[in-house]
DNA sequence: TCCCCATTGAAACGTTTGTATGATACAAAT
DNA sequence: ATTTGTATCATACAAACGTTTCAATGGGGA
């Protein structure tokens, strides 16, 4: 059967009806969650389609390929994070319309969405370990880039009115480093916090969710304010302290 | 060759004499490149073994498996960088011998050998590639997580001292902070940093690599002298942290 | 009613995967 | 010279992979 040249491409087809959220969604579902547990390449497509209850070749019927589901399921898992981060940066400026707002709820405006969207009633940690392997999977991190770039921006320009004393650059990278620590916090499997606090310890915190994000802004809020960083001149070749550098 | 009586396991057989280090070696060497480029599923053990002008059987010969070839080229890879930074860690307090180590000494022994190991002249980013892999992987997860538990601990026991008006959980949690922060620094793809420095402005760095690890130091340094979080009580309506407490 | 076409289903495709097998080369020990 | 054990090689194998094909299905306009 010759496809009449695309009048109807079922790839395309979902916004268009607007209520075809059917097999294509509950791949897409099933394919979030498998793609986080065992990676791109662990998860099959023969797991995915067996968990969103679809035919093998429904993948390639609604999705052209595994790729394309691969970007697929980024795009659809990545847009809820970026806009809720957004949001709560456009209600962090509204609410202090006159002033510049405090680098907490700055802080807080970016840390909050996602502690919210990975352990709240949500689904669990999928969309952070989907993040972390897009970070070593060169393919699908220029994907991830593209999507959180105007967002980086977006909380760059407003954290450089707050802290005019940096320079974009290391402002830039502070940002990077508030991501990192985010990120790590929320999605490590075995952080060195949970090794350590002893139960008891663990028991008198009230919300540990809400104790982790409170940690959390109190970290990147000071790390943001720290002085602007005086790069020592390497004129006299002291080794800085604890070097020890090892000759390959 | 001198031969001991009994099965002679070519698996085991490696660290005994110590200079076998050929084709096993080459594998390992190879492997590490592969894995933290294309993934432990990605990477297969025909690319591998080319890679390593090696036999494809050399890998079963060897290591028994894939899986075990993953766990070798883990604790190979691992191991360099756990004694780098505990080898930072002890000549920090061997350059304190009286009084304690000031912060910014330890987040640069924390930070440093992380990032001599990953961006010198040594392989690029593999390291941490590799570790940003093992992060969403389950499996490999836990023997990462045993090889940096005793340098986990040790750091957090100094940091402690030095900072003793933290408790030890929000300390973890801290530590835990400054490790994201540094691996988003050092392994990503696509930071913010880059896309935002103006070429003119990262022409004026003299030594890009000195400027990320000096305001990695500043921001984790920073971050770890925060004052401790109090958590707010939820009875407040709305999230507005106007408790900006300053710094000095 | 019929036809149309988007959707689903089962089965097979060719390729690539990790692993296993047996032959062979080589060096030291017997 | 023969034996012995280590190491490398080409090759084979079953399983699993992504993808394709084609028939069956079913509901909505004509």
Redo the contacts between chains.
């Keep these: 059967m010759p496809r009449k040249s695309g009048a109807k491409d079922p790839i395309v087809a979902t916004s268009a009806t607007g209520d075809e959220t059917d097999t294509r969604e509950r791949i897409l579902h099933a394919a979030n969650r498998l793609f ?1 547990e065992r ?1 791109f ?2 998860a099959t497509l023969r797991e995915i389609t067996e968990a969103a209850r679809a035919n093998l070749a429904a993948v390639n019927y609604y999705f052209r390929s595994k790729d394309e589901l691969i970007r697929s399921t980024l795009e659809s898992a990545l847009k809820p994070i970026v806009a809720a981060r957004l949001e709560a940066l456009k209600a962090c400026e509204r ?1 202090y319309p006159d002033r510049l707002p ?4 700055l802080a ?1 405006a970016l840390v ?1 969405p996602m502690a919210e969207l990975s352990s709240g009633e949500n689904r669990d940690r999928l969309l952070l ?1 989907l993040q ?2 897009t ?4 393919a699908t ?2 994907v ?2 593209d999507h ?2 105007p967002l ?2 977006r909380f ?1 320009d407003v954290l450089q009115k707050v802290l005019p004393n940096l ?4 402002l ?14 929320l ?7 949970q ?3 002893s139960p008891a ?2 028991a008198t ?3 540990r969710h ?3 994000i ?14 602007p ?4 001149q ?1 004129t006299t070749r002291k080794k ?7 000759p ?1």
């Design positions: 986080a990676g390449d662990g609410a405090p680098l907490e709820s807080d909050r370990l972390v392997r970070i070593a999977q060169a991190n220029s991830v880039a959180f770039r980086h921006e760059i320079s974009r650059a290391e830039a990278l502070r940002y990077d480093c508030a991501r990192g620590a985010t990120l790590q916090i999605v490590d499997l075995a952080p060195a916090a090794l350590v606090v310890e663990r915190t009230i919300d809400e104790w982790l409170a940690g959390l802004v109190q970290f990147v809020s000071a790390g943001l304010r720290a002085p960083t005086v790069l020592r390497p800085a302290p604890g070097a020890a550098t090892k390959r």
